[in-house]
C-alpha cells in the first residue's frame, strides 16, 4: 500500500500534535482539580477531531483507506483504556494530589507519543525490509493478549506497589527524592542541594509504563494498515485526548470488570490477521482478513465486553450480601 503521507502532509500533522500538546501544557500550567464540565468539553472535542480527520480520509483517499484510518482509531483508542487503567493505579499508589494528575497524564501522554514515534518509523523500517516481521508482530501480539487473559484470570494487574517498580527503585538509588510533592515541579531543593519531587518520580514510572504499551500498540496498528502515516496518525489522536478522558472515565474504568477479556481478545485477533496476511503473501490460498471485517469484529468484542460489564455489576449488586457466621 503506498502511503497517503506526503512530506507536506507530515508536516502539518506532527505540527497540529506538537501546537495541541503546548495547549495542554499552558492549560495545566497552574495546578487545579479538573472539573466534569471542563473534562466532558475537552472530551468531545478530542473525538470530534479523529472523526473529522477521517472524514478527509475517506472523501481524499477512498473508502478501504478511510476503513483502515477509523479501525485503526478504535483499536488504539480501545488499548487506550487500559493505558488509562494503569494510570489510574499508578497515580493512585502515588498518591498525587488531584490537582497535579492531569500534568502527570500529559507527561505520560508526550513521552508515550515520542515513544510511538520511534516505534512507528522502527516497525515501518522492519516490515519493508522483512516480510517475516509480520509473523514477528503476530506473535508479540498474541502473546501479549494471553498475557492480559491470565492477568485478567488472576487480578494481578489490580494493584501497583511504588517501591516494587525497577524504574522507581533505579530513580530513587540515583538521584536524592523529596518526602512532599512541590507543586507542579520536578526538581526541588532539600537542605540546598537539588532533589527530584515525588512527581518526577512518577512520572517516571509512567514513561515506563508507555515503552510496554508502545511494543503493543504499535503492532496492532500495523495489524490494521501497513502505511506509516496512518499508524501515527491513529496513535497520536487515540493519546492526545486521554488527559481529559481520564478524568471522564475515571469512576468508572473500575466498573468495565471484563475489558481485560476484550482486550485480549482484540490483539489475539490481530494477531492472528497478521499471521494470515504473511501467509497470503507466499501462498495464495491463504485467506486474509478485509479491513471491514476487522472493523466489524473489533467493534462486536467492545460492544459484548461492554454490555457484559454492565450486566455483571447489576448482578453483582443485587446479591444480596452474606451475613458472617
Same mark, same amino acid.
Given at each position: 500500500m503506498e502511503s497517503i503521507g506526503t512530506p507536506l502532509l507530515w508536516g502539518l500533522t506532527?505540527?497540529?500534535v506538537l501546537l495541541l500538546l503546548a495547549v495542554d501544557f499552558v492549560l495545566t500550567r497552574r495546578p487545579h482539580e479538573v472539573s466534569m464540565k471542563e473534562a466532558l468539553g475537552w472530551s468531545a472535542f478530542y473525538v470530534a477531531l479523529p472523526l473529522t480527520f477521517g472524514g478527509w480520509v475517506l472523501a481524499a483517499h477512498g473508502g478501504e483507506t478511510g476503513l483502515q484510518y477509523y479501525t485503526g482509531y478504535l483499536v488504539e483508542k480501545s488499548l487506550s483504556v487500559d493505558n488509562l487503567f494503569v494510570f489510574m493505579l499508578l497515580l493512585s499508589a502515588f498518591a498525587v494530589p488531584r490537582e497535579l494528575q492531569q500534568r502527570v497524564l500529559l507527561y505520560g501522554i508526550a513521552g508515550a507519543l515520542v515513544l510511538r514515534g520511534i516505534f512507528i518509523a522502527l516497525g515501518a523500517a522492519a516490515l519493508d525490509s522483512f516480510d517475516w516481521m509480520f509473523l514477528v508482530f503476530g506473535l508479540v501480539l498474541a502473546v501479549t493478549g494471553l498475557k492480559v487473559l491470565k492477568d485478567t484470570l488472576s487480578g494481578t494487574d489490580h494493584e501497583i506497589d511504588p517501591d516494587g517498580l525497577r524504574s522507581v527503585r533505579l530513580v530513587r538509588k540515583v538521584f536524592p527524592v523529596t518526602a512532599d510533592y512541590d507543586g507542579p515541579r520536578l526538581l526541588s531543593r532539600v537542605a540546598g542541594r537539588r532533589a527530584l519531587t515525588p512527581l518526577a518520580v512518577v512520572v517516571v514510572a509512567v514513561f515506563a509504563t508507555d515503552v510496554v504499551f508502545a511494543v503493543d500498540s504499535v503492532p496492532a496498528v500495523y495489524g490494521i494498515t501497513e502505511d506509516p502515516y496512518l499508524v501515527l496518525a491513529t496513535n497520536a489522536f487515540a493519546l492526545l485526548g486521554l488527559r481529559a478522558l481520564y478524568f471522564v472515565l475515571a469512576g468508572a474504568l473500575h466498573k468495565l470488570r471484563y475489558l481485560g477479556y476484550g482486550l485480549a481478545a482484540i490483539l489475539v485477533f490481530i494477531g492472528a490477521k497478521l499471521g494470515l496476511h504473511w501467509g497470503h503473501e507466499h501462498w495464495k490460498g491463504v485467506p486474509e482478513v478485509p479491513t471491514l471485517w476487522s472493523?466489524? #469484529?473489533?467493534?462486536?468484542?467492545? =460492544?459484548?465486553?461492554? @454490555?457484559?460489564?454492565?450486566?455483571?455489576?447489576? #448482578?453483582?449488586?443485587?446479591?444480596? =450480601?452474606?451475613?458472617? @457466621?
Open positions: 506532527l505540527g497540529a472493523l466489524v #469484529v473489533v467493534v462486536g468484542i467492545l =460492544v459484548v465486553t461492554t @454490555v457484559a460489564s454492565l450486566v455483571g455489576n447489576r #448482578v453483582a449488586e443485587d446479591e444480596p =450480601v452474606k451475613e458472617p @457466621v
